[in-house]
T-cell receptor
């Protein structure tokens, strides 16, 4: 069945450093979504990518969808303490179901 | 998010007892989902619904059943709880199947 892997599992950065998490699917995706979950909270939808090679930006966050639509990345420029949390990708292969990656837990050291 | 609520927020139950978790939405969204979250596994889909009385299985449906008799309510039942079902359970909703999900605040279930 479809699998979605994320790396790294954990990342500790100094405040102001950049951060990137990568998402890889075993199958070609129709689209991919990204979520953020703060410690003790619930996942919150950030963005959806649909087109091959698509790049979207939200302030300091840059999201990319691979040309083959099997991978994606989230890059945060100049991290802040408010960026702390776990970032999940979720891939859809054209069904009702999104398969979530295992997540990358980001810790920002002030 | 105010449009989706889960109950109870916390529950401790004994092995072998039935447990029902409730998800209630006020957004009139068609799609509803139940996920469980465990360390090292991320979020795994248990069951989902694409309309009243229309449900289907997800990745980890064994030991769980669901019902949706009204648009606003999606119930998850553990017929006979086991310790492996100790987890945090999240309900999610979406207007359309390609939309981003809105998650509830979760139910922390402990089976002892």
């Amino acid at each position: 069945g479809q699998q979605v892997m994320q790396i790294p599992q954990y990342q500790h950065v100094q405040e102001g450093e950049d951060f990137t998490t990568y998402c890889n699917s075993s199958t070609t995706l129709s689209n991919i979504q990204w979520y953020k979950q703060r410690p003790g909270g619930h996942p919150v939808f950030l963005i959806q990518l649909v087109k091959s090679g698509e790049v979207k930006k939200q302030k300091r966050l840059t999201f990319q969808f691979g040309e083959a639509k099997k991978n994606s990345s989230l890059h945060i420029t100049a991290t802040q303490t408010t960026d702390v949390g776990t970032y999940f990708c979720a891939g859809n292969s054209g069904t009702y179901k999104y398969i979530f990656g295992t997540g990358t837990r980001l810790k920002v050291l002030a | 998010d105010a449009g989706i609520t889960q109950s109870p927020r916390h529950k401790v139950t004994e092995t072998g007892t039935p447990v029902t978790l409730r998800c209630h939405q006020t957004e009139n969204h068609r799609y509803m989902y139940w996920y469980r979250q465990d360390p090292g596994h991320g979020l795994r889909l248990i069951h989902y619904s694409y309309g009243v009385k229309d449900t289907d299985k997800g990745e980890v449906s064994d030991g769980y059943s669901v019902s949706r008799s009204k648009t606003e309510d999606f119930l998850l039942t553990l017929e006979s709880a086991t310790s492996s079902q100790t987890s945090v359970y999240f309900c999610a909703i979406s207007q359309d199947r390609g939309d981003g999900y809105t998650f509830g605040s979760g139910t922390r279930l402990t089976v002892v």
